[in-house]
């Protein structure tokens, strides 16, 4: 009776042990998820920092208009242009190109005697390019072409220095043929630009 008596009391001393296994173990567990589970966090963090900081729009770069313009790249021919071009004859030294003149006939004042920059204040992608073409037909001097400081203007702004006022309403007149202009004043206070255009929607 001794011997089976002992080996139960042997038994119960083990007994006690696995329950202390299994609560070290699952202490382990918890810990070693709540590593993984801060872990997680801080580089979630990270790349939502990151997802912020490329989201962030560059700033506009200010064009600096300088004394001598700086000619504008033709784009390439068609095929069907450069067929076109080598069929028409050549002018000879009697038949020459038609020079533009800047000069209005009504008024008298030369265009060739203002520098305009052009601002883009309507958001649309080369609105300030085809402004710039425009005025460059009729003979003014383009400084620069940019993007205005917001792009929610409407129709055409037109900032002329005191100085060149009396081209103001020679500068309506040929923008109006093309465009609706809104705003017109003299009051352009700084900058090399003898006038600034803003392109509106």
Known sequence: MDDQA???VAQQQQAPKRPKTLL???LFLMLLGGVLFVGSRLLGTKED???VESARVAPTAIIVPTDTPVPSEEPSPTKKEEKKETKAPTPTTKEEKKTIDPVDKATGLDRSGLTVDILNGSGVSGAAGKMSSLLKD???VIGSTGNADNFDYQNV???VKSTKSKYLPL????IGSSYSVGDAS???ASGSADVVIIVGK
């Open 6 to 8: 002992f080996p139960r």
């Open 24 to 26: 070290i173990l699952a």
């Open 49 to 51: 920092q990151k997802k």
């Open 138 to 140: 009729l003979g003014y």
């Open 157 to 159: 702004t037109i900032q």
């Open 171 to 174: 500068l309506k007149k040929d």
């Open 186 to 188: 003299s009051s352009l």
